[in-house]
């Protein structure tokens, strides 16, 4: 069993940064990939940023050039380092591992919040 924990959300004003660190314990299987996804309110659950086991990294359009995701994986850790923050970041934020057979962890997810 896989569980995730993230932390680090929160509230920002536009403009700032927000970090948020996810970490696996458990059976900890070889994982194709891990990575964020968002859901912000009614709207559908959408991935910001992904890493995969060889390192290779994904993000979502929107947040290309503003988001970092970097693992440590010593610690099994993946880390969200998100910068120049818009009201339109607002959602609630999960950390997810996928496994080579497409088997989804999630974690229970932290808010992040951008206003001013």
């Known amino acids: 069993q896989v569980t995730l924990v993230e932390s680090g959300g929160g509230s920002a004003q536009p403009g700032g940064s927000l970090r948020l660190s996810c970490e696996a314990s458990g059976t900890i299987p070889t994982f194709f990939a891990m990575g964020w996804y968002r859901q912000a309110v009614g709207k559908q659950r959408e991935l910001v940023a992904v890493?995969?086991?060889?390192?290779?990294?994904k993000y979502e359009e929107s947040v290309e050039g503003r988001f970092i995701i970097s693992r440590d994986n010593a610690e099994n850790t993946v880390t969200l380092q998100m910068n120049s923050l818009k009201p339109e970041d607002t959602a609630l934020y999960y950390c997810?591992?996928?496994?080579?057979?497409?088997?989804?962890?999630w974690g229970q997810g932290t808010q992040v919040t951008v206003s001013s």
């Open positions: 997810n591992l996928r496994t080579f057979d497409m088997r989804d962890y």
């Open positions: 890493i995969f086991s060889r390192g290779g990294k």
